[in-house]
């Protein structure tokens, strides 16, 4: 018996939506089509009595409306839904079957304005991996994740939810004995650096959103579920630049290409690398664009040393700035 195969089928070809709704709530219930301008509901002619009804927003059922009048596998997605493709059978990946790994939007919309930019005219395009592999970059994990019995003591321990709105927020609370530290350094010192770049690697929706660590900090010990960006030895430019390119709005989408569930957890394991940034063709270019990245956090710790100076010759206040204070003192008196 002949089994049936529809005009759009290839062995070649893997089809693949990434429609984000198939017109159903996650109660079950039908989902709505909400005007993303003024916030109110679509409606629609009813074909049978004519009547406005609410519309249905369900993504899914276009791109299979779509697919059902194709007559051929398709020699482009031109024409086709955005969110229905056809992919290649060699770029599928069975141990990577999650649909929206093989979005083609986030990398095309940040090729397209690469090209169209003026503000980025003469930039080239690399992904992480190809620039660390070219040492252009650094890139690290954290450190570890110690018990809880063991945060007693003087070091400030980072967790994820530390990371918030662009700064490294140590929580004064939360700090571990210098020996664990170093246990978990792997020697007397953390390795980071003054604006280091930093940012979840699981187990947030913040993945993909870059905090810098600033002068001061260096004396703290991070969860291993980070993941740390400093320029290499090859770079053209420094952090701020670094920071400039991780935060624009066509990088930053490409995230959403990479970082999946695992089972109730967001988790981006070494996919980011895959994320493409514009690299500047020289090093004043690089500046110049970053710089105001490089005003905000320079000014902001030349005001935090001024103020910790001021607390620390003061001595009357329970403020801290950097918030490794403590683990310093503890580090003298011994």
């Not at 759009?8 to 709704?21: E, G, L, N, Q």
């Not at 406005?52 to 007559?71: C, G, P, W």
């Not at 390119?245 to 996919?271: C, H, P, S, Y």
């Not at 620390?312 to 700035?321: E, I, L, N, T």
Request: aromatic share 8%; charged share 25%.
């Amino acid at each position: 018996m002949a089994v049936y195969k529809p005009k759009w089928f290839s062995d070649d070809f893997i089809m693949v939506s990434t429609a984000p709704t198939c017109g159903l709530t996650k109660g079950g219930r039908l989902l709505k089509k909400v005007d993303a301008a003024t916030g109110q509901r679509v409606q629609i002619k009813d074909p049978d009595t004519g009547a406005m009804v609410d519309a249905i927003n369900d993504r899914l059922l276009e791109d299979m409306q779509a697919l059902s009048k194709l007559k051929a596998v398709p020699k482009s997605n031109t024409g086709l839904p955005d969110t229905l493709s056809f992919v290649p059978s060699e770029k599928v990946n069975v141990s990577c079957a999650v649909p929206a790994y093989y979005d083609h939007r986030f990398d095309d919309h940040f090729n397209s304005t690469l090209v169209a930019d003026p503000e980025l005219s003469g930039f080239s395009a690399s992904t992480l991996h190809d620039l660390e592999k070219d040492g252009y970059i650094t890139i690290r994990g954290g450190h570890g994740s110690p018990s809880q019995e063991q945060r007693i003591g003087d070091v400030p321990y980072i967790k994820v939810s530390d990371l918030r709105a662009g700064h490294v927020n140590i929580n004064p609370t939360n700090r571990v004995p210098r020996a664990i530290a170093e246990h978990f350094w792997r020697g007397p010192t953390s390795g980071l650096q003054a604006f280091d770049l930093v940012c979840p690697e699981r187990t947030s929706k913040n993945i993909g959103d870059f905090c810098v660590l600033m002068p001061g900090q260096e004396r703290v010990m991070m969860t291993r579920e980070v993941i740390v960006l400093r320029p290499g030895p090859e770079a053209k430019f420094d952090a701020f630049y670094l920071l400039w390119a991780m935060t624009l709005k066509i990088v930053r989408d490409q995230w959403r290409r990479v970082v999946f569930m695992q089972t109730n957890r967001e988790d981006v394991g070494k996919r980011y690398l895959e994320i493409s940034i514009p690299v500047a063709p020289d090093a004043k270019r690089a500046a110049q664009v970053s710089q105001p990245f490089r005003d905000y956090y320079t000014k902001i710790a030349d005001a935090r040393v001024a103020l910790q100076g001021y607390l620390a010759a003061d001595s009357k206040h329970h403020f801290f700035v950097s918030g490794a204070e403590e683990a310093v003192e503890a580090e003298g008196e011994a």
